[in-house]
């Protein structure tokens, strides 16, 4: 044996086959002993100590066995105390040790104190030995250390643990360590030799504070994963991080991630759209090959509880590129949601005024619907969000087709573009009710109708824009069915709508359908909950208003809404040669809702209303007069005869009663003023009048309407170029059943005309037509007149003679 020391000149060691270098020690401490044992020799030591560097202690013992006629072997080891990171490439075995993972363990391990630690190895040696025949091992124990074991994610500071090693195979026992913010738990890092390189799997977990996630966002591959839009959330509560990474050390390998997180109390909210979640609970897991686990995350999204699931799917149109899916479900009470959005939703009148009206009375909702939205995230690419809900269970109270039942199903889908040019794209499908493209800018909106369906008719191509131009909204239209402007102020000046056309479609089938009644208290609430005092006043003004295919004038109107009560003031409309003036009210009078309407027709002829009344009218005249006060229960659109209550002054000139099938309702009485029964009924020869129509000089009468009874207060008077004749009485509107008195005034020789007389008479056509009594009268009048009874219906009268040649009175 040779007892070995250190002198002046350092000791160096070498184990070639094993290590890349020789050692240099300052000092060493060694016996080192042989023996020759014939074919065989035999080299070992058991007592080496050595010093490297300042305070590394190294101890060691080995035994080499060389047999001329057999197998080497070798046993060796080497323990190690105070050495530091900077001497794993020296003392790590690197001709046995995969290259990737030496490499890796010199390289990725920047900084560490390693306590102790132990090198074995033994087996066969020699060139033409099998590969595995050596075995080797080592561990080591660590602290204060500093591992980057992927440029991608954050490095691992203040590591301890231990490191062992097994014929390649290493396992990293991290007991504590600090990275990215987080303190972790105890975890591992395993390192696989493979056939070209070696496999890194780092398990560990940490509780994660909601401040550190924008760090891992900004600094880790989980900003990418989860998107752009993800670095503008904001994170609350406490999470648990569960992260299993899988690094192949081959150059350009992706590393494969599996990641845990768990919360109980996390919120998330986002700022650019006013959105929110709370109560976040649950455990989400992500793989970046297999995806997301199918557990849904419970949450709360405006005050309602939802679910939210996570997904990823390849693109079949995109080889390479995934898909991730986020997908929320939940029930939403769209009151709530305007009151949230800071909408005001509920009436500001006492509930006593008000007759306890819901919050959703002022936009029509009640209750809430499920829904299910669903974001898509694919890189390079915007986000897309769709939303979509059957609506069963919100009620809507909106006017036509667009108002529903609770129960009813009524489909909506709509898409949202977060990146759409110039705002927030929303494209949206109602089922049989719309189809829209809005575009909502920070300057205000634009809304296209693709489609808008009303009734049986179907909108097409409605623009809409809307400005804020600060101290108001402009709102502009332009569709075949409108053209104008309307001007919402933000003060309590009144919102103006002025149009250059209007067009209105009268729709007949739907006229037939029988609308669902109302009861008496039904009405009074209904109209009540419209709460008419919070309306703003308007100023309508309509250039050309069309119905159909018809031109119904110029028109013009303020609405002046009051409590429980619209006051429609200041009607004017020029109807072709006619103009309409008066006002209209509907409100509650007598516990009972009512519309009143005041006002005059005059001008030309009447016929310029048949557009109105879609109509033929049985008159041809020149000048039209006529004074109106009536009121009917219910809204002003609920017009009928039956219910109509008012006064009614007439006067006509110069026209003709024309024969008429076609005529409404209302016009239908002067059918019996032409009626060839009545004339012939009469025996006398007016055949100048009826064949083609009562001429008439002059019509002039009043009457009283008391639901649907129709009274001549006194009478109607009509004066012909050769006759005239006044009715008095009354006739049913509804049942159109006559009890009337005519009295028919003919001059004494018959080519004397009647209007001649009159004119004699000081009574001009121009003026009153009641100087029939006052003619009639006179002992020397050229005229006389002949008394019947009308009774029977407007198309069957009966016509009875009471008395002939008599004053009429």
């Not at 490297?52 to 190690?80: I, P």
């Not at 990146?419 to 049989?432: D, K, M, P, R, T």
Request: no cysteine; proline share 5%.
């Amino acid at each position: 044996y040779v007892v070995a020391r250190a002198a002046e000149q350092p000791i160096t060691l070498a184990f070639p086959e094993l290590f890349s270098g020789e050692w240099s020690f300052g000092e060493v401490a060694a016996t080192v002993a042989w023996k020759l044992d014939g074919p065989i020799t035999r080299v070992y030591a058991d007592d080496i100590s050595i010093t490297y560097g300042k305070n590394t202690h190294l101890t060691g013992a080995f035994d080499l066995k060389l047999d001329q006629q057999g197998e080497d072997n070798l046993g060796l080891r080497v323990g190690v105390k105070n050495a530091d990171a900077s001497m794993l490439g020296a003392f790590v075995p690197g001709k046995i040790v995969d290259p990737g993972l030496y490499e890796w363990l010199t390289t990725a391990i920047k900084k560490a104190d390693i306590t102790s630690g132990v090198f074995y190895g033994h087996g066969q040696i020699g060139n033409d030995v099998p590969p595995g025949s050596f075995v080797s091992s080592m561990w080591y124990e660590f602290d204060n250390a500093t591992v980057q074991y992927d440029t991608q994610w954050p490095e691992v500071t203040e590591a301890r643990g231990r490191v062992a090693i097994q014929n390649g195979d290493t396992l990293v026992s991290l007991a504590a360590g600090k990275t990215g913010g987080l303190l972790l738990n105890p975890g591992t890092v395993a390192v696989t030799p493979e056939k070209d390189s070696a496999r890194v799997r780092v398990d560990v977990s940490a509780p994660v504070p909601a401040n550190a996630i924008a760090y891992w966002m900004q600094n880790s591959p989980f900003g990418d994963m989860a998107g752009v839009e993800a670095a503008k959330l904001d994170y609350g509560g406490n999470y648990e991080l569960g992260l299993a990474i899988h690094l192949s050390l081959k150059d350009g390998a992706e590393p494969v991630v599996e990641a845990n997180v768990r919360t109980s109390n996390g919120s998330i909210s986002y700022p650019e759209a006013g959105l929110r979640w709370d109560d976040i609970s649950g455990a989400l897991t992500y793989h970046s090959v297999k995806g997301f686990s199918t557990s849904p995350l419970e949450a709360t999204f405006l005050d309602e509880p939802v679910q939210v699931t996570f997904s990823q799917s390849s693109l079949d149109q995109a080889p390479g590129m995934t898909s991730l899916t986020i997908q929320q479900t939940g029930t939403l009470s769209v009151p709530d949601v305007l009151r949230q959005a800071g909408l005001p939703t509920s009436n500001p009148k006492p509930e006593a005024e008000t007759e306890g009206d819901s919050q959703s009375s002022r936009y029509g909702f009640t209750g809430g619907a499920e829904y299910s939205a669903q974001l898509e995230l694919v890189a390079n690419r915007p986000p897309r969000v769709t939303v979509r809900s059957s609506l069963e269970g919100l009620a809507i109270d909106w006017p036509g087709s667009f108002s529903k039942k609770a129960a009813e199903a009524a489909p909506l889908s709509v898409e949202i573009d977060t990146e759409a040019e110039g705002g927030l794209g929303i494209v949206g499908q109602w089922e049989n009710r719309a189809t829209f493209d809005l575009l909502w800018k920070n300057t205000g909106l634009e809304l296209t109708f693709g489609k808008l369906y009303l009734g049986d008719q179907i909108l097409t191509n409605i623009d809409l824009e809307a400005l804020d131009l600060g101290d108001r909204w402009v709102l502009t239209t332009r569709s075949e069915r409108a053209v104008g402007r309307i001007v919402f102020p933000d003060d309590n000046r009144p919102v103006t709508a002025d149009f250059e056309v209007l067009r209105l479609v009268r729709d007949k089938a739907a006229a037939k359908d029988a609308p669902e009644l109302l009861t008496i208290e039904q009405q009074l609430k209904a109209f009540r909950a419209m709460d008419m005092a919070s309306w703003p006043d308007v100023d309508i003004a309509i250039s050309e208003l069309r119905l159909n295919e018809d031109s119904l004038g110029r028109w013009s109107f303020h609405l002046r809404p009051d409590h429980q009560k619209l006051n429609i003031i200041g009607i004017e409309g020029r109807l072709k040669s006619l103009t309409l003036l008066g006002d209209m009210t509907w409100s509650v009078i007598n516990n009972q809702e009512t519309s009143q309407f005041s006002g005059t027709v005059h001008g030309g002829a009447l016929a310029d209303l048949s557009g109105l009344f879609d109509s033929e009218i049985p008159l041809s005249n020149k000048q039209s007069n006529i004074e109106l006060k009536l009121d009917w229960p219910g809204r002003p659109d609920e017009f009928e005869l039956a219910d109509v209550n008012g006064n009614v002054k007439v006067r006509l000139d110069d026209g003709v009663i024309l024969k008429s099938n076609n005529s409404a309702q209302v016009f239908r009485i002067f059918n019996l003023l032409n009626a060839d029964t009545l004339w012939r009924r009469l025996k006398l020869d007016f055949s100048d009048l009826y064949e083609r129509g009562v001429a008439f000089d002059a019509i002039s009468g009043k009457a009283r309407l008391d639901e649907g009874l129709l009274i001549l207060d006194p009478e109607l008077q009509v004066v012909g170029p050769s006759g005239a004749f006044k009715l008095s009485g009354s006739t049913n509107l509804e049942k159109e059943i006559l009890d009337m008195r005519l009295v028919v005034v003919l001059p004494l020789t018959q080519n004397l005309p009647l209007a001649a007389l009159l004119l004699g008479a000081s009574a001009p056509i121009g003026g009153a037509l009641f100087v029939l009594d006052k003619v009639l009268g006179d002992p020397l009048s050229k005229l006389t007149s002949a008394t019947y009874s009308v009774t029977g219906t407007w198309d069957a009268p009966k016509v009875n003679l009471s008395q002939v040649f008599d004053t009429g009175k």
